[in-house]
């Protein structure tokens, strides 16, 4: 029994019956169509809902760590300067 886009199989069961025992892919995560586990988004995407069945690109300027579950402005380089007033 094949779970659609955006869930995965129930591990916890020993047999599934219906697509109702499907789990939704957590904030994160995606999962294909027929997926037995969900597959982290890859550093620069993200999933910001659940039951989703693919990640998103981070726009220009911004970025997102793994399993991501939304983006955040690209941190900007100190200075020379700055890191020597902090040393």
Request: charged share 20%; aromatic share 6%; net charge negative.
């Amino acid at each position: 029994l094949p779970c659609p886009g955006g869930f995965h199989m129930n591990s916890s069961l020993p047999v599934m019956t219906s697509v109702g025992d499907c789990v939704p892919c957590d904030p994160g995560f995606f999962c294909s169509v027929g997926s037995e586990n969900a597959t982290e988004c890859a550093p620069g995407e993200f999933v910001s809902e659940a039951g989703q069945s693919s990640c998103s690109k981070c726009e220009r300027g911004k970025y997102a760590a793994e399993r991501a579950s939304g983006e955040s402005p690209t941190p900007q380089r100190a200075s020379a300067a700055t890191r020597l007033r902090r040393a």
